[in-house]
């Protein structure tokens, strides 16, 4: 199989969903680095790549793609990795419930936080204000989602093993620190989960 090329910063949780889940496939992909702080992701031969000139995007043997979950849809499909995203109708639909719950609700908090509180200023901009006041407040209302779930279960996806939504939430939830989220305390069953997931093989954190 022709090998995917993945255009990628190495702080981006959406882009390091892709590359954790390239890793723990073992899908081999060509990593290119996108200097968001340069602005590259604006210029045209990026923007040529994807229309939304953000990463992640990837490119298979001329066809290109964009958005993070839409990218992990294609993978699974791609190399029928059906244990990581289940074609059974009733599992298929627990998995898009989690998976849709950490995109919209689970995961942004965690990089609002980190973003506003610490990040921004190691790009030199100016964190927005009350945006860490607004996020602190989004995972105070989640984190006792994610861990109810995670009492229940030892991963997001309910399959005894990893799934989507573990991938999705992972490069996330690995913000705590610069969200200033203590999560063994607050967040126990969360912790360990991170544990879990951190013992799959993570790729580095630079090309
Ligand atoms: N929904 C997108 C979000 C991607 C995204 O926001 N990427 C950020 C980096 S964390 C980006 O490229 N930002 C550049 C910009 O918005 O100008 C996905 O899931 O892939």
New binding site residues.
Partial sequence: MPVIKVWF?PE????RRVLCFLDWTGISATRIQVA?ENRE??EKTYLDITPF????AIVDNGFAL????AILRYLVARDGLFEWYPEDLQRRAVADQWLEYVSQHGAPPF?ELAWNLNMAARYGLKPRVGAAEAAAKKIKRELPVLEARLTQCSFLSGEGRPGLADVALYPFAALAVEAQIDLPRVAPHLAAWMIRMADLPVPAITT
């Fill in positions: 910063h981006s949780p959406y882009a968001l992701h604006l000139g953000r990463v992640p964009s958005e993070s979950l990089i």
